[in-house]
């Protein structure tokens, strides 16, 4: 009754129920309007995710890691060229091709390829190192004596490797990079 008595100060013309019937009408008809619109409109769109960044795909390291001499001939010596490639990805990489060349001691020694061809590629696993075993032949005649005296006498070679490669991302990924590398070491011979 208190209700009503407000509602009749407000419209002094309507009393009782009806004042307010008069003022909740439009209040709940406002209220289902703004309630309607608010169960009408689109939820909001969900935030993307962000594309899940594909891994760099870095260079892997190229070096000499061993020299063994493997027969002594009249004019040649044959070795076993330690050919290592060091991976430094998280994922295998295949190194389909190489051609590299090969320097002892300032002077111009050896050449070579790796793949390409019927041959299958050498795959480094992530994060790890493989080596690729080379026969390689030193004639005398045609080699720096200096090299020859240091290979006869068990000595440590100064090198310089040289080359392009090109590699694959292994796991499933079709990403290819082609790398040059130029790399200067030691390495002892041994026999």
Known sequence: MRYAL???KLHPRLGGRRATKAV?????????????????APPPAPAAAPAAPEPQLRE???????????????VTTELLLGFEVENPND???????????????GKPWVKGSLGGGAEEPLVAPAGATIVRELEVELNFADSDRRLFDLIARL???????????????????SRTLAARFD???????ER
């Open 6 to 8: 407000c509602m009749t």
């Open 24 to 40: 909740l009408v439009p209040i709940l008809a406002l209220l289902a309007f703004l309630l309607a619109a608010a169960c009408a």
């Open 60 to 74: 892997p390291l190229f070096r000499v890691s061993s020299i063994r001499i493997l027969r002594d001939r009249l």
């Open 91 to 105: 994922f295998p990489l295949a190194l389909e091709s190489c051609s590299w060349s090969l320097e002892a001691e």
């Open 155 to 173: 000595g440590s070679v100064r090198y310089r490797l040289r080359g392009e490669a090109l590699l694959s991302a292994g796991g499933g990924a």
């Open 183 to 189: 790399v200067e070491g030691s390495c002892a011979v």
